[in-house]
């Protein structure tokens, strides 16, 4: 039996693991559980699972902890976590959580512990993608893009590559004017064609940042040029990520538009283990179709590319920025349209300040821009 330590457990991510983990009672020990808010989610999944730790980012309310199962112990913050997994010291670690918060847990992880990490936070790779080189072998991708890209990509020669397609199903607005954009609400972006994810992943598919984002995840994941990473858009959702060899020929994983097969994979690796749901029925596919994104509408991908490009400090304020305007824009502070205008206003406004990022700089960075953009845009 493998123990698991789950980061970010009441999320999407967090909820769709343990309902595979339930699947598989005798091969997975839940030892920890971790949250950001001490949640009633939370506490029926502790009593489910009853994990050794419940690690709770916030302070619980008064009385709280006290629902817990008797044998679970309660801890707060980095802190908290450091001490629950040098006692538990699981076999796998699955960073589950959200935004920039994940960045500490998952250097956590990779330097206090031995554990593989199965690491679902974008943000990491992102912000401190170059001082993940170390740890990659201890590094699996959760993100259907990136974990497609690597099962096919570990099964070919680096030599044989000559490009990676990363898929984009469009969003809600694929095909949509930047005039018609202007005045899209929070409701609309909200609203995902083919993926069910929380609310900040959504509104960056809408913007096609989060695509721009995996571009840059791959880079560092794989070790790929940026001029070799071409992003497609794929309106189906059926093909997850694509491999173009040097003698012409094209790799492809396919799967369902859920979540359960990558994290499945990711689980088991390296092992291969039948999955407890309906796989993709290929006669069901009218068509698979592919175009070019519009760069010109959805500008947020192209600025992804150039700042990825440059890599830090920019891509660690890149995060930041996107973070706070994506948070303006849901409170209804921001327009849709400007939300590219206020991340390359706060990225080009910091980045000169910094000069040789270190990793243990990337929060402060991360958050500077943050509350950069929580300003909004100036006069």
């Avoid at 902890?65 to 044998?71: D, E, G, H, Q, T």
């Avoid at 994979?265 to 039948?274: D, I, K, M, Q, T």
């Amino acid at each position: 039996m493998e123990s698991l330590a789950l980061l970010g457990s009441t999320g999407s991510i967090g909820t769709q693991t343990l309902d595979l983990v339930s699947r598989f009672p005798d091969r997975f020990k839940v030892v920890l559980l971790s949250a950001r808010r001490a949640s009633e989610r939370l506490l029926e999944q502790a009593r489910r699972f009853n994990p050794s730790f419940v690690i709770t980012e916030e302070t619980p309310p008064e009385g709280w902890a006290k629902s817990l199962p008797k044998n679970t112990k309660h801890l707060t913050g980095l802190e908290g976590l450091a001490e629950a997994l040098a006692e538990t010291r699981p076999d796998r670690v699955l960073n589950a959580i959200s935004g920039i918060y994940g960045i500490e847990p998952t250097f956590l992880v990779l330097e206090k512990t031995d554990s593989l990490l199965l690491l679902a936070n974008k943000e990491s790779v992102l912000a401190a993608g170059e001082f993940l080189k170390l740890y990659l072998k201890r590094v699996i991708p959760v993100d259907s893009e990136h974990n497609a890209l690597f099962q096919i990509l570990e099964n070919l020669p680096r030599e044989a590559v000559k490009k990676i397609y990363l898929t984009a199903s469009g969003g809600p607005f694929f095909g949509k004017t930047l005039r018609e954009l202007e005045e899209v609400s929070p409701e609309e972006a909200l609203k995902h064609p083919r993926w069910r994810m929380g609310k900040k992943i959504t509104v960056d598919s809408a913007t096609l940042m989060n695509k721009g984002f995996e571009v840059i995840e791959a880079k560092y994941l794989f070790g790929i040029p940026l001029r070799d990473i071409e992003v497609a858009v794929h309106p189906q959702s059926a093909v997850h990520g694509m491999v173009e060899t040097v003698d012409g020929g094209i790799f492809a994983l396919m799967s369902p538009t859920d979540m359960r097969f990558p994290i499945h994979h990711a689980l088991f690796y390296p092992e291969r283990v039948e999955i407890p749901l309906r796989g993709l029925d290929i006669f069901s596919l009218q068509r698979l179709e592919f175009f070019k994104p519009d760069t010109e509408t959805f500008r947020c991908l192209k600025l992804a590319y150039r700042y990825g490009e440059k890599g830090l400090p920019h891509t660690a304020l890149l995060v930041g920025a996107d973070e706070g305007a994506v948070e303006l824009f849901l409170k209804g502070e921001l327009k849709f349209t400007q939300i590219p205008d206020l991340i390359e206003e706060v990225v080009e406004r910091l980045s000169p300040l910094y000069g040789e990022v270190k990793r243990e700089d990337i929060p402060q960075l991360v958050r500077r821009a943050y509350e950069e953009a929580l300003k909004g845009l100036k006069d």
